[in-house]
């Protein structure tokens, strides 16, 4: 239990340092996941063209695990 809670805050901590982040260095990073990912909104506008093996990876940030 004690784990699960440190790792929440751990989370709740990292969540602001998403919004300093380098977009560069971001854009760089996703191209290693877009062999597998692409980025789709929900209505249907492909915004990163990329892999169907993955999940569609349209508003991860931010979002709480398990809830797709």
């Known amino acids: 239990m004690k ?3 440190t790792t929440a805050a751990l989370v709740c901590l990292a969540v602001p340092a998403l919004a300093e982040g380098d977009a560069e260095k971001g854009e760089k ?3 290693k996941c877009k062999a597998c990912h692409q980025i789709v909104s929900d209505t249907d506008e492909t915004n990163v063209r990329g ?3 993955g999940p569609n990876l349209w508003g991860i940030a931010g979002r ?3 809830t797709v």
Request: net charge positive.
């Open 3 to 5: 784990r699960i809670l």
């Open 29 to 31: 990073a996703f191209n």
């Open 51 to 53: 892999g169907r093996t």
């Open 64 to 66: 709480h695990a398990g």
